[in-house]
């Protein structure tokens, strides 16, 4: 982040405490637009909590927890706040269902998909009073959770971390703005105030952000982890990692990747599969279901959902273990600008006292 307009230190929180009223926060109830996405092992109830109190929206990953690891976490958020959260989910996981009882019976106030869920799924949930927020990579997509009852969607462009289509944020973005009568939360590229003005601008009810949260103080990843962040500007899309579009950071171990055969790799996907199940308490069979499920209505082959295997345990390498050069470390293009780690107290206010100022400051071009 640089520029005339960085705000850093003391100042990024001095003055009132802005708001943005918008209809992301009236349908949540959060006090600003900030949304931080459900990153695998690394949305923990530590950082979700953090989100929360400092009024935005904090949404738990629970596609690498157990059920019973979700039901803890739910609760521990519970304890560090009062505010509004959410929890990710896998809508082709085989216990969706289970999880989606435990967020009702919990009174979750949001449930966020990285795939559409089935429109049941969202009719339950509703049902239930629970905000239902799919993301997206598609206006098409778009169209369709909006047509089956969705409350909002998260678009997000090719800037962006983790699984994510070729389209750029600033052209995918206007598009489902004018496609759907929904909020749209905007994500891809954003890590400061002068994006959510501009995310605003192009009609978006909000921003979420995946690496600028990573890298921050109350983000639980190993310090030596976020160092390697900070000092790394390229990113790479491989399909290396589980056989999909991944932005990660351009490792060492990416690199391997990238040059390593097909047997090597599936050889590589078996065994970490094997830990997964392992570490879930998952049986092969729940593990071969969810494998049917990822295939239904997608493209893939069985290689590609074998290689899915090796998403979770290479993230938890880098994310949990500390061991950036055995795993791999999605991040979005934002990297390269990021050099700090804020609070998420410091982050949000910072970001939302910016936009303010850069909103309240503009001229009119007007020609009469």
Request: with cysteine.
């Given at each position: ?47 979700v909590s953090a989100v ?97 009852g969705a409350d909002a ?13 070729p389209v750029a944020t ?199």
């Amino acid at each position: 982040m640089t520029g005339p307009d960085r705000v850093t230190g003391p100042d990024r929180v001095a003055g009132p405490d802005r708001v943005l009223d918008t209809p992301l926060t009236r349908l949540v109830g959060v006090r600003h637009p900030v949304v931080q996405t459900g990153m695998g092992w690394v949305a923990g109830p530590r950082l979700v909590s953090a989100v929360a109190n400092a009024g935005g929206l904090g949404v738990l990953a629970s596609a690498t927890m157990t059920l019973d690891e979700l039901r803890l976490a739910v609760h521990e958020v519970k304890d560090r706040t009062d505010a509004p959260f959410g929890v990710n989910l896998r809508a082709d996981a085989g216990d969706a269902g289970d999880r989606i009882d435990l967020m009702i019976r919990e009174g979750v106030k949001v449930a966020s998909f990285a795939l559409a869920p089935r429109p049941e799924l969202i009719a339950k949930l509703k049902d239930a009073g629970v905000v239902v927020i799919p993301s997206v990579g598609a206006r098409r997509h778009a169209e369709k959770v909006a047509a089956w009852g969705a409350d909002a969607v998260l678009v997000q462009g090719g800037e962006g971390g983790g699984h994510t289509g070729p389209v750029a944020t600033t052209l995918l973005l206007p598009q489902v703005v004018d496609a759907v009568d929904i909020p749209v939360i905007a994500a891809g590229g954003f890590f400061d105030g002068r994006g959510l003005a501009a995310a605003l601008a192009y009609g978006a009810a909000g921003v979420a952000m995946g690496t600028r949260f990573l890298l921050t103080s109350d983000s639980s990843v190993p310090d030596e982890v976020k160092k390697v962040y900070l000092g790394m500007s390229e990113t790479v899309v491989t399909r290396q990692v589980d056989g999909m579009p991944h932005r990660v950071l351009r490792s060492d171990l990416v690199k391997e990747l990238e040059g390593a055969g097909r047997v090597s790799g599936l050889v590589r996907a078996l065994r970490n599969a094997a830990r997964f199940r392992k570490i879930s308490g998952m049986s092969w069979r729940a593990m071969i279901a969810d494998g049917r499920a990822m295939k239904h209505g997608k493209d893939l082959s069985w290689s590609q959902v074998l290689m899915a295997a090796n998403t979770p345990m290479l993230l938890k390498a880098a994310m949990v273990d500390g061991r950036p050069d055995l795993g791999v470390m999605a991040s979005g293009q934002v990297v390269a600008v990021i050099d700090d780690l804020p609070d998420c107290a410091e982050l949000i206010g910072g970001i939302v006292r910016q936009a303010a100022e850069v909103l309240a400051r503009q001229p009119s071009y007007l020609v009469r």
